[in-house]
């Protein structure tokens, strides 16, 4: 299994920046991809950008060139630098891992920070 601990959310104001930290434990060595998810109230869970353990990122077309994702091996520790923030940003975001073991692809997730952009 694999555990996920996030942390640095907070409020910030419209143009501001955040930087999001996941620690990663467990079975770090079946980690294939992590990436971070976000899901404001009443709205469905979306994919805001990932990065796999080559170091190919992905980004939703809304966070282009504001977000940026990367990763620190040594530290098992996963980042998401958030500049330009919006107040559409608001919302509770997620850390997330696939992970393969013995042929079985697993999804984990952290218990997600709330990130709130006042206008």
């Known amino acids: 299994q694999v555990q996920l601990v996030e942390s640095g959310g907070g409020l910030v104001q419209d143009g501001g920046s955040l930087r999001l930290s996941c620690a990663a434990s467990?079975?770090?060595?079946?980690?294939?991809?992590m990436g971070w998810y976000r899901q404001a109230p009443g709205k469905q869970r979306e994919l805001v950008a990932s990065?796999?353990?080559?170091?190919?990122?992905n980004y939703a077309d809304s966070v282009e060139g504001r977000f940026t994702i990367s990763r620190d091996n040594a530290k098992n520790t996963l980042y998401l630098q958030m500049d330009g923030l919006k107040p559409e940003d608001t919302a509770v975001y997620y850390c997330?891992?696939?992970?393969?073991?013995?042929?079985?692809?697993?999804?984990?997730w952290g218990q997600g920070t709330q990130v709130t952009v006042s206008s």
């Open positions: 990065i796999t353990t080559s170091g190919v990122t």
């Open positions: 997330n891992t696939r992970s393969l073991a013995r042929g079985i692809w697993y999804t984990y």
């Open positions: 467990g079975s770090i060595f079946t980690i294939r991809a």
